[in-house]
């Protein structure tokens, strides 16, 4: 690959993912689109290539580029601004699938499936819950038979830390620990969700450039509680915080995720490699 495109670089996986392609890649030229509205410069550090400071939907460029990765979104699922969500991340997407490109995979989101308490997989039919998640769902559907999408689950690990309260679950539970702070969570704590470590996240979207339009649901196919996370974080921290349970507010609360890695295990070939344990362990390493 010589050319290489990547939207939304400065942001968690976009950043994780600019990373492994210049260790795997290193004459690969790549560009980062990103506006900067919730990434930092700082998940960039020693970045060889270009960026374009700019929203995707006014990006435009004559150059030819192999692969495309297109991760820009707005990612903060409690914006209900609807035109906004809707304009930047689907308007974004149109201008990106204009471009002249090779492959093109782009960040589709569990969240098109909606509020389930069952195992997910791709058929199913997309439920949104919010209009983050309906944006998705346009994406996937303008995405159809052009490009890969990859339909990430609850992803964590380094370089998360300017996403705030949109931070993953384990990252704020981690934060309020290392601050000697009692866990906080809804009661009893047995809520499940499909957490990937975003090693893995970004092993699934390079897999994805080999394989056939369509969307692969990339998770750890393994839902886990937040209590066993509590209980992985007292471990890797050398704690033993006790949690502490409060009522849940919310009468629609997502009970559960996990993801059916049937047919991504067939079409990208992906083995999810960690475990919470692990992958809580390997973020403390690399943040420490
Ligand atoms: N992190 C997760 O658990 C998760 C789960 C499902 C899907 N996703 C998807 O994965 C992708 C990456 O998410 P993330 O967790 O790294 O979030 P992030 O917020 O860290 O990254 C998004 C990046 O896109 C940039 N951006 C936003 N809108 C833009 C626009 N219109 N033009 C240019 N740049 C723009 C932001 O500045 C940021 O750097 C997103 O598409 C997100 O919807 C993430």
Not at 72 to 90: C, F, G, K, P, W
Not at 94 to 118: F, M, P
Request: charged share 25%; net charge positive; aromatic share 10%.
């Amino acid at each position: 690959m010589r050319r290489v495109l990547v939207t939304g670089g400065a942001g968690f996986i976009g950043s994780n993912l600019v990373r492994e392609i210049q260790r795997r890649w290193p004459r690969t030229h790549v560009t980062v689109v990103d506006d900067f509205r919730s990434g930092t410069f700082q998940n960039l550090p020693g970045f060889q290539g270009d960026v374009v400071a700019k929203p995707c939907h006014e990006y435009r460029s004559s150059v030819r580029f192999d692969a495309v990765f297109h991760l820009a979104s707005i990612t903060d699922t409690t914006v209900h601004d609807e035109r906004l969500m809707v304009h930047d991340n689907v308007e974004g997407f149109r201008a990106i699938l204009a471009l002249k490109a090779g492959r093109v995979v782009y960040a589709s989101s569990a969240a098109t499936y909606g509020i389930a308490a069952e195992r997910m997989s791709e058929e199913r039919t997309p439920a949104p819950a919010n209009v983050y998640a309906f944006s998705k769902v346009i994406l996937d559907n303008l995405a159809r038979g052009r490009a890969v999408g990859v339909r990430y689950f609850n992803v964590y690990g380094p370089g998360e830390g300017h996403k705030k309260a949109a931070a993953s679950m384990i990252r704020q539970l981690r934060q309020q620990m290392k601050e000697g702070r009692r866990p906080r969570i809804f009661k009893m704590g047995e809520q499940k969700r499909d957490f990937v470590y975003v090693k893995d996240a970004v092993e699934a979207t390079l897999l994805a450039l080999r394989a056939p339009p369509g969307v692969y649901n990339v998770g750890s196919g393994q839902a886990r509680s937040f209590n066993d996370v509590i209980a992985a974080l007292n471990r890797t921290l050398g704690t033993k915080l006790e949690t502490e349970y409060f009522d849940n507010p919310y009468p629609f609360y997502q009970p559960f995720t996990e993801a059916d890695l049937t047919l991504s295990r067939k079409k990208l070939r992906y083995r999810p490699k960690w475990t919470i344990e692990e992958g809580i362990a390997d973020y403390q390493k690399e943040e420490s």
